[in-house]
């Protein structure tokens, strides 16, 4: 078997193997891959010094010739609309908390996928963007350094493209999916960037001041970490605000072949 045959043939059992991990979970998800370099090369500097030690002594091969693998599990329909619900023009927390919970599970099912798919093909799993850290830093700056982003394997991969909200939209999911990365010497097919689709679409810019004024602020995602710590403070149990991805869901120019 020469090489792009064997990379056919094992690009066909990883995407068998992780339909079959989505319907024991009742989820649904899509899976992309694209080659280690490509990630490690666009990271800011403190996330390749991160890579590189979840890598370990497997770093010279993946850089030269590996994978990173990444898996997509999308939030369930109801769960968007629990994004900002109003009664009367007040936001309910307590709802607003139940999309945080579903943020949390959903999590969760990525890390056991991850490790699933680690075990079953000789692989690294990269757990889910970690929560529970926004508070304990000064600054958005001092966050990056834990966590490698899996938005670049995300769209380097070809899952999505980056929206102006700086999510991957899904071309199914919209931004209403959450990402694992796994790392693999395994020879894959690699996935394909496809280029920004939002055009016009302000729908996220409508829903978020920090958004639409991202040119005039000297690093909106502060602002966002700021206003996150806001519906803590209310009760929102994780480090979420989602006002973007109900946005891009419902109202976008693409709402209409969005689907959950």
Sequence with gaps: M????EAESNT??????????????GEKGDIGVTSFHSVFDVLIDVQQQKLRQMAGERFDSLYESGSIICIGVAYKDPA??????????TPDYKLWNEYAREYD???QV?????VSIADRFDSIPLKATIGGKIGDV???HDYFPMVVSHRVVAEKSGLGWRGKNQLVIHEKFSCAIRFSSVLTNLPLVHGESMGSKCGECSACEDACGYIRHRDKLSDYRENCR????FLKSKGIEK????????????????????TL
């Excluded at 066909?12 to 979970?25: G, H, N």
């Excluded at 869901?249 to 209409?256: A, I």
Aim: charged share 30%.
């Design 80 to 89: 968007i609309d629990w994004i900002d619900p109003r009664h009367d023009g």
């Design 138 to 140: 000064n600054h958005v």
């Design 239 to 258: 480090d979420i605000c989602g006002k973007c991805i109900k946005a891009c869901y419902r109202s976008s120019l693409f709402s209409e072949q969005f």
């Design 12 to 25: 066909q059992d990883l995407i068998a193997y992780f339909q079959e991990l989505l319907e024991e979970e």
């Design 2 to 5: 020469d090489q792009q045959s």
């Design 105 to 107: 599970r959903i999590n």
């Design 110 to 114: 990525l890390n056991r996928m991850a």
């Design 226 to 229: 700021k206003y996150i710590l």
